[in-house]
Structure formats: C-alpha cells, structure tokens
C-alpha cells in the first residue's frame, strides 16, 4: 500500500524538469498523476506511461483559460475527484534587468499569461474538487526570484513574487484547502541547460556547493503534500544560496 494511494494529482509542466520529478515521487507513492505540457506531447505521454499507477498524459496550455479548464475536467472525468495540484508550468525568456526597452510588453504579457494567468485560472478552476477533497491541496512551484531581486527577467522576478503572495492569500481564504509554494534557487533541466556560468556562480557560492536536481524541489513538494498541517508557506530550496547573498 502506497501512502498516497487512491489520491490524484494534476502536475502542470511534467513532460520534463522538476514537473516530471515531481510526478514520478508522486507517483511512486501511489497517486495517480495527470502528466501536462503544452507542446511536448510525446515526452509527457512517454513520462505518463512510465508511471507505475493509473496516470494519463493531458496535453493543454495553462495559460489559455478554457484549455485549464478542460485539464480539470478531464482529471475528474477520469478519476471521479482531485486532491493535489502542482502549479508547476512556467515560462521566462533572458532579458537583463538593466535592459528596460529589452523587456518588452509581449515578454511582459507572455511571462504573465503563463505564470500568473495560467497558474490562477487553474487554480481557481480546481479549488471546487479541492474542496470536495479531504485532502485537498495546492503546491505552486515559484522561484527565489519572487523574494529576492534576482532571476531570468524583471517580468519572471515579478511573476514568481505574485505567486509566492498569491500562495498566502490563498491559504488563508480556501481553508481547509491547503496552499504552498516551493521556491527554488537553480535548478539543473532543460530550462537551464545553456546556463554553465550561472551553475558554476552557484556551485562556488551556495554552502551546499551546487545546483538543485530537479528531485530536491520534487522531495520537498512531496513533504508539503504530505504534511497535513503546513499552508501558506513559501519553502525556499536553493541550497543556501539566498543565506549567503
Ligand atoms: P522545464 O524542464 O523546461 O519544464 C517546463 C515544463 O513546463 C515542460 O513540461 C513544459 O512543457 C511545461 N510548460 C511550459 N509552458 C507551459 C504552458 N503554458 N502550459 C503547460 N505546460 C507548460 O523547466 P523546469 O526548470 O523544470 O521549470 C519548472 C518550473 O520551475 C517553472 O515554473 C520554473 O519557473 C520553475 N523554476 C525553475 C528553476 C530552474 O532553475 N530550472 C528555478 C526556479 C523555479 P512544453 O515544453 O510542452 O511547454
């Protein structure tokens, strides 16, 4: 017997990174997982396959409104409830924080579609099953660029914070629902693949001498999935990066 046995979990963004970790940790403890991506379907299909409980592969892009919607429904069209989300889908494009005319109003639009727009539609679209669950939760996957002035882009810094406030606000409106988030410094997937001089920042600086994989930021959704009393808490994974800048 799994300890999440009989529990379903909609992971946005699992075809690949911390999304398909988290899945599988999921997963290994019995859940049965929804695997999401927008346009990586064969990976997320081939992730979902790979599970060893009764997971399905949803293809949708969460920052469409209606195609959230229909994730959700399809979750519960085929498992009868919900349990857990994890809002992990994201999105970001480079652009230096000096750069002001680089950080167009398309980058600033597209940043927030995705992460802010896709992340509470879906949530919102959720929080009916959540609630009709007794084990209803929500982990957001943020960023230490929501706390701290730092990351990807200005856009990105400013998404991820919404995020990591949108985490305690809703914790304290949808109770019992429980609501987190978990914010990680850098991570090593395909999002950071061409980043070799920011993972060598990192590993020189952080005490833990390195980049996250993306199985510490899944260990840590699956300890806030499983702890029955932690909500509105943004749990910081980066190694002890932000204790030491
Ligand atoms: P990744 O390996 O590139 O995975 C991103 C996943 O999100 C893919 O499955 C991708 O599928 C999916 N996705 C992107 N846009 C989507 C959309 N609109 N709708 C549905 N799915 C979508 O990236 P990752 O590094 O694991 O990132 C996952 C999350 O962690 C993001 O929210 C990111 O901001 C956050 N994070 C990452 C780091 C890091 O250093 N890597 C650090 C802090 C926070 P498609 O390819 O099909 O779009």
Redo the contacts with the bound molecule.
């Keep these: 017997m799994g300890e999440l046995d009989g529990r379903v979990a909609v992971v946005?963004?699992?075809?690949?990174?911390?999304?398909e970790a988290t899945a599988r940790r999921l997963a290994a403890l019995g859940a049965n997982v929804v695997v999401?991506?927008?346009?990586?379907v064969e990976a997320?299909e081939e992730v979902a396959a790979s599970l060893p409980t009764e997971s399905v592969y949803v293809q949708?892009?969460?920052?469409d409104e209606a195609q959230g919607q229909r994730l959700i429904d399809a979750t519960v069209a085929r498992f009868g409830h919900l349990d857990v989300l994890v809002n992990?889908?994201?999105?970001?494009t480079v652009v230096p924080h000096h750069d002001l005319d680089g950080l167009t109003d398309e980058i600033l639009r597209r940043t927030f579609e995705?992460?802010v727009f896709?992340t509470w539609w879906l949530t919102r679209a959720a929080m009916p099953h959540l609630r009709a669950s007794d084990h209803g939760n929500v982990v957001t996957?943020?960023?230490?660029?929501g706390i701290r002035p730092t990351g990807s882009s200005v856009a990105y810094a400013m998404s991820?914070a919404a995020l990591n406030h949108l985490t305690v606000l809703l914790a304290k409106s949808c109770g019992p629902v429980r609501v987190n988030a978990v914010a990680?410094?850098?991570?090593d997937?395909?999002?950071?693949t061409d980043w070799t001089t920011l993972h060598e920042a990192v590993a020189a600086i952080n005490p833990v001498k390195r980049s996250a994989t993306?199985d510490d930021c899944a260990e840590a959704v699956l300890a806030l999935v499983r702890n029955r009393y932690i909500t509105g808490q943004v749990l910081v994974v980066d190694g002890g990066t932000t204790v030491v800048t």
């Design positions: 946005t963004g699992s075809s690949s990174g911390i999304g999401n991506s927008a346009t990586s997320g949708a892009d969460i920052s992990n889908a994201g999105w970001t995705v992460n896709g996957i943020t960023s230490i660029a991820k990680p410094g850098l991570v997937t395909p999002w950071t993306p």
